[in-house]
Nanobody
Framework: EVQLVESGGGLVQPGGSLRLSCAAS????????MSWFRQAPGKGLEWVSH????????RYADSVKGRFTISRDNTKNTLHLQMNSLKSEDTAVYYC???????RGQGTQVTVSS
């Protein structure tokens, strides 16, 4: 059974940083492209970033480019998203997604507010 468990969300002031993590199990993590998506209140799901299986290739949405960094640790089956220079428009529930199957976790809430 594919399981993805996100953590690390919270309340942060504009300009602050957070690091999200996603613990993966139930599939061969080291062979799987992984993604982060987010959903802001009242809006649809938005792709944020993805990383290929060995971490050698990453892509970002224009809205987060230069501020967010995706990474993975295949020895620990863990995906990360380092978020810097956070803005109010980054407020959303963030999901870790198995890009092959589409499975996602329960999400972690990120709120950027003063």
């Amino acid at each position: 059974e594919v399981q993805l468990v996100e953590s690390g969300g919270g309340l942060v002031q504009p300009g602050g940083s957070l690091r999200l993590s996603c613990a993966a199990s139930g599939f061969i993590f080291s062979s799987t492209t992984m993604s982060w998506f987010r959903q802001a209140p009242g809006k649809g799901l938005e792709w944020v970033s993805h990383i290929n299986s060995d971490g050698g290739s990453t892509r970002y949405a224009d809205s987060v480019k230069g501020r967010f960094t995706i990474s993975r640790d295949n020895t620990k089956n863990t995906l990360h998203l380092q978020m810097n220079s956070l803005k109010s428009e980054d407020t959303a529930v963030y999901y870790c997604v198995n890009a092959l199957t589409g499975n996602r976790g329960q999400g972690t809430q990120v709120t950027v507010s003063s």
